[in-house]
């Protein structure tokens, strides 16, 4: 059974920093590439960062580049999104998700979804 379990979402007020962590478990996680995508009620799940099978590359989306950092330790099964100067419209519910093409910025590329973590950011 495929499992990724995020956590580390939460309150922040603006220009503060969230560190947002997926655990994963039931594949073989160096054979995937990892994304984070964001939704927001009402509106589409969004491609927000991702990371290549062995973390050699990285891809944002233009409103995080330069301040949200996506990771992964392979030994750990676990990505990682250092988000750091956050902003009110980074307020969102994040999702952790594993795709096997690259670069991974549809939906539908994506095998498996965690169940989200909420983030909040506070004027």
């Known amino acids: 059974q495929v499992q990724l379990v995020e956590s580390g979402g939460g309150l922040v007020q603006a220009g503060g920093s969230l560190r947002l962590s997926c655990v994963v478990s039931?594949?073989?996680?160096?054979?995937?590439?990892m994304g984070w995508f964001r939704q927001t009620p009402g509106n589409e799940r969004e491609f927000t960062a991702a990371?290549?099978?062995?973390?050699?590359?990285?891809d944002y989306v233009d409103s995080v580049a330069g301040r949200f950092t996506i990771s992964r330790d392979n030994a750990k099964n676990m990505v990682h999104l250092q988000m750091n100067n956050l902003r009110p419209e980074d307020t969102a519910v994040y999702y952790c998700?594993?795709?096997?093409?690259?670069?991974?910025?549809?939906?539908?590329?994506?095998?498996?979804w965690g169940q989200g973590t909420q983030v909040t950011v506070s004027s």
């Open positions: 990371i290549t099978w062995s973390g050699d590359s990285t």
């Open positions: 039931g594949l073989t996680f160096n054979n995937y590439h």
């Open positions: 998700a594993a795709a096997r093409s690259w670069p991974p910025r549809k939906r539908f590329q994506y095998d498996y």
